[in-house]
């Protein structure tokens, strides 16, 4: 080797070394929880990410476009974006739809940490025979953990969302079968018999006010409907980035959390308990027994699990990244049960911040 070819490969390699990635998070920063009853959030800039300011607007005309009313991005629970449309302000409350199945998921895993309820006890353990309009035997087949991962093997096309036993007939053997129906709201029924406290009351003392949520429930078209702010939808997202903990207090146990955000059954690869997984092999989507090749958003990270609901309601995690993503607002384009194209695009609007 030649004393130039030398320093030429030294020059190479400094100038390869010198050169840093984009970065998502701060790999030594601590997680940050804004504090309960106060409105102050740490924040931090695109800058100081090493975010490509370029993209912002871009993605903000999207949502803009796509009739997004919120939208907020966390990395390590701090506040990166922040931005309203529409009239829609910090201060508005808006549905959850679907999104809050995730709720329902969480406060009956508290119901189970604290020993009220058995996840593997049959439905009626708790809310007596006759739930349903199925034989006996069929009743009896269903447990709180078929309502949590949509196995409960209820009819889910022919007779509606209602929850009344007239609506819940006999398809399928629980457990045989993934469908997406409203029969798990039964779940607040079950939590509500066991604690021997009402669903909000129960919901509001182990959860919301833990965490300084605000928020309440309302029932709309047979189903229990989430309504708060935006932050307060981060605040739950954060929760669950954290494992479960909202700073040093465990609310809901952390081997909980990762069962309900891991595949919960063996027909839809892509469905924990009431959460959806990204990056798994196949999925189903609502209303349809097909399986899908493939991961449910191809442009968003294998690692991230969301709450979905109907018209864009979206809370996305993604734990390699430190990051919880919000939207709230009207359906981006046509009317849709949970996921849409609009997902797919988001993401590559997302991911052009810092790739």
């Known amino acids: 080797m030649t004393k130039y070819t030398a320093i030429l490969i030294l020059l190479l390699c400094c100038f390869a070394c010198s050169k840093e990635p984009i970065k998502t998070e701060s790999s030594t920063e601590s997680m940050y929880f804004p504090p309960i009853g106060s409105n102050s959030w740490e924040t931090k800039t695109i800058a100081s990410l090493n975010w490509k300011q370029a993209a912002v607007q871009p993605l903000l005309d999207y949502l803009d476009q796509k009739h997004t009313k919120s939208f907020i991005v966390l990395v390590n629970g701090r506040i990166v974006m922040e ?166 207090t465990s609310i809901i146990n952390q081997s909980y959390c990762a069962a309900a955000t891991t595949t919960s059954q063996n027909i839809n690869n892509s469905y924990g308990y009431l959460w959806w997984l990204n990056g798994k092999s196949s999925y189903h989507l609502p209303q349809s027994q097909l399986e899908f090749p493939g991961s449910l958003i191809p442009t968003g990270s294998n690692d991230m699990y969301m709450a979905l609901g109907k018209n864009d309601q979206k809370i996305y995690v993604i734990p390699s990244k430190k990051m919880v993503v919000i939207r709230m607002g009207d359906a981006a384009d046509s009317v849709n049960l949970a996921l849409s194209d609009f997902d797919k695009t988001l993401w590559e609007k997302i991911n052009a911040l810092y790739q």
């Not at 919901?203 to 078209?221: A, E, P, V």
């Open 83 to 248: 931005n309203y449309f529409n009239s829609h302000t910090a201060t508005t409350n808006w549905y959850w739809a679907s999104a809050g199945k995730t709720l329902t998921s969480t406060v009956t895993g508290i119901a189970a940490q604290e020993n009220s309820i058995d996840l593997n006890a049959k439905v009626a353990t708790y809310l007596g025979t006759g739930w349903t309009s199925e034989p006996l035997a069929k009743e009896n087949l269903i447990t709180c953990k078929n309502l949590l991962t949509m196995t409960s093997g209820i009819e889910d096309i022919t007779n509606g969302d209602g929850v009344t036993p007239s609506n819940l007939l006999y398809k399928a053997d629980a457990g045989t079968r993934w469908a997406y129906h409203n029969v798990y709201v039964k779940l607040q029924d079950v939590v509500a018999q066991a604690s021997g406290q009402t669903w909000s009351n129960y919901f509001n003392t182990k959860l919301r006010d833990k965490i300084g949520m605000d928020g309440t429930w309302l029932t709309i078209d047979n189903s229990s409907v989430y309504f708060s702010t935006t932050r307060s939808m981060a605040r739950f997202g954060l929760l669950m980035l954290n494992n479960g903990k909202w700073k040093n």
